[in-house]
């Protein structure tokens, strides 16, 4: 045993020596690079993920650098650089700490610390994502669309056979949420589906010997993975009631009995943030703790809860908001993949004895002349006030006059949280003044201000863009003039904006948006049909009345402002016909416009260059205006 550890320090050694040269300079502080849409969409690096080890003491990364693209491994104790390990995906460590399983190249792999070759476990065209080692680190069980539906598989780690199903139609090929939840005695994956109802996420439990599926769930509708209490006995995730609003970020905590099928919500006076279902909770080593995301206006932190529920705390106060975190499987320390306004996202990690977050890495581009945004406030049309971040340019002078650009988020029921958004800094950069709301309806303010948008979407919040534009013409720096856009719900309310106060924008760039929501329901994504339906109360034949509140199209005749619409032609979650209509009716009313689609792109743009064309244009488009 003594000759075997030695063997295995020394193999550890060379790895670490021969990839410490290869990686040397990986995340060497490099020249600021200058913001332009080319390197904005091409240039922009970091962390995108990362998993603790099960003994805390290395850290897996999904990254990018100039240099490479791929799976990182650094050591959490020791101050050299995380070292390029392998390319790759989605990392998730087997519970003896010392390999991983991953994708690349639609294929699953696995690879040991210490080692360079990794050893296949899945060679076919097929998909494969979202890969979880059983705890017994027998199998690898991942989700496939394979089927014809997003359906659980497994195959053995060591790749002695071909992946076996296990779950019958799950869910719907388009929906690519969440990971397998193995419990902790290996027999059994917990994962959501639509099997008991289209329009409603249950959990259900299969058995992985004899295939057996059952639903846990009853009550709820699933916002994050769930995740199995360390003795096996509960199932914990986030998720909403059934019969209320499908609240995205503001979610509840759940806790399900899987022997007897019921489940409850935790009694906490917070909430909990699944955040565009990145999230999920993570259980204490004894099972007596609870530890989850919390947004409260902006920014995201980290909170503990009793598992019996209570008064929860926040364990952090880091700032600017995290999209992956991670936990040990005791949950005594933390990693997050984090931004603020001017860091793009790289890793900090946190003990759960709490203080202040150590920086893991440096692999976020560094930006010329980014500059912190001023938080303000500004009434809006029915005396609330509405939250905003206000972009100055360089050498801003308050008794020069400047035009100004209004921009709304996207996802409705989010945020625009506090985070690195270069197009806000680059267009502050080219001399406007730019203004980031988080019009009502959005989360971080609680669940009434997130309830203000309930069966009236595109009608307040439009509003509350609107009288952005009036604060903006208060002020003495304002020249008059005034422009908004926004991608995907910022397009909704972009183009309902200018539709319901026709005098507010001399400019206006709605991007992959939905304009008429009746007719969007009958063929978005499943994900993009269940927004719709919560959102308006019911299905178009049920709720026409509330259907007609959110409909642009039937208000173009009101349109003043010049305005360039552009979509993605793959586009399922705002389908592409929503161009498509509205081309067609600003062309029977003679308005003042231009468009343009983008084939084969689908709601999130691959190619790099389109997204470079798109905001090139947005530019010219509000220099031609403004």
């Not at 904006?497 to 939905?514: E, K, L, N, S």
Request: charged fraction near 25%.
């Amino acid at each position: 045993m003594k000759k075997e550890k030695r063997y295995m320090a020394l193999c550890l050694s060379c790895f670490l020596s021969v990839f410490f040269l290869i990686s040397l300079g990986l995340e060497a502080q490099r020249e600021p690079l200058t913001l332009t849409w080319e390197n904005i969409f091409t240039q922009n690096y970091g962390a995108s993920r990362a998993a603790l080890s099960p003994n805390g003491k290395w850290v897996a990364i999904t990254a990018s650098t100039p240099e490479q693209r791929g799976i990182f491994l650094k050591e959490v104790e020791s101050g050299a650089q995380a070292q390029f390990w392998i390319s790759g995906s989605s990392p998730s460590w087997f519970a003896d700490g010392r390999r991983i399983v991953y994708s690349n190249k639609g294929d699953l792999w696995t690879i040991g610390i210490g080692e360079i070759t990794p050893k296949r476990l899945t060679s076919d065209t097929l998909d494969e994502r979202a890969p979880k080692p059983s705890p017994d680190g027998k199998y690898v069980a991942f989700y496939s669309g394979r089927s014809g539906f997003q359906d659980i598989w497994m195959v053995p780690s060591d790749g002695s056979a071909e992946a076996k199903q296990l779950t019958i139609e799950a869910m719907a090929l388009d929906d690519f949420r969440f990971y397998p939840s193995w419990s902790p005695d290996s027999r059994k994956i917990a994962y959501y589906s639509f099997k008991g109802d289209y329009w409603e996420d249950d959990i259900w439990v299969v058995d992985v010997a004899t295939g057996e599926e059952r639903q846990v769930s009853k009550n709820l509708m699933a916002m994050s993975t769930p995740i199995w209490s360390p003795d096996g006995s509960q199932i914990a995730l986030f998720a909403n009631a059934k019969d209320e609003y499908w609240y995205e970020d503001l979610s509840y905590i759940y806790l399900i009995d899987p022997k007897a099928g019921t489940d409850k919500k935790l009694k906490m006076q917070v909430h909990a943030t699944d955040l565009l279902f990145n999230h999920t909770v993570s259980w204490s080593g004894d099972g007596s703790e609870l530890f989850f995301p919390y947004q409260e206006r902006s920014e995201v932190e980290l909170w503990r809860v009793s598992s019996q529920g209570g008064v929860a705390t926040r364990v952090t106060n880091m700032g600017g908001t995290f999209f992956n975190y991670h936990a040990t499987p005791s949950a005594d320390a933390f990693v997050f993949v984090r931004s603020t306004s001017t860091r793009g996202n790289d890793v900090d990690y946190i003990k759960v004895e709490g203080g202040l977050p150590r920086r893991l890495t440096n692999f976020s581009t560094e930006w010329q002349g980014l500059l912190e945004p001023e938080e303000i406030s500004y009434r809006s049309w029915d005396g609330l006030y509405i939250q905003g971040f206000v972009y100055y340019p360089h050498n801003f002078d308050a008794g020069n006059k400047y035009p100004a650009l209004v921009h709304v988020h996207g996802g409705g029921t989010n945020t625009y949280y506090k985070r690195l958004s270069l197009n806000e800094q680059y267009m502050a950069q080219k001399g406007y003044v730019v203004i980031a709301v988080n019009y009502r309806g959005g989360s971080g303010f609680d669940r009434p201000f997130q309830d203000l948008s309930i069966n009236d979407w595109g009608n307040g919040q439009a509003k509350d863009a609107a009288f952005a534009s009036n604060f903006i013409r208060s002020q003495p720096w304002s020249n008059g003039k005034v422009g908004i856009y926004g991608y995907s719900y910022g397009g909704i309310t972009s183009m309902a904006a200018i539709t319901r106060v026709p005098d507010a924008f001399d400019a206006a760039v709605p991007m992959a948006g939905i304009y008429d929501f009746g007719d969007a329901y009958t063929n978005a994504d499943r994900i993009g049909k269940i927004f719709t339906k919560t959102g308006h109360g019911g299905s178009p034949d049920e709720r026409p009345e509330i259907y007609k509140v959110s409909n642009a199209l039937s208000r173009v005749e009101k349109v003043k402002t010049p305005l360039l619409i552009m979509h993605g032609e793959a586009d399922v979650r705002a389908p592409f016909r929503q161009y498509e209509l509205a081309v067609k009716i600003l062309k029977e009313k003679e308005k003042t416009f231009e468009s343009k689609s983008y084939p084969n792109e689908p709601h999130g743009f691959r190619n790099p260059q389109n997204r470079v064309d798109m905001y090139n244009r947005l530019e010219a488009w509000f220099k031609k205006w403004l």
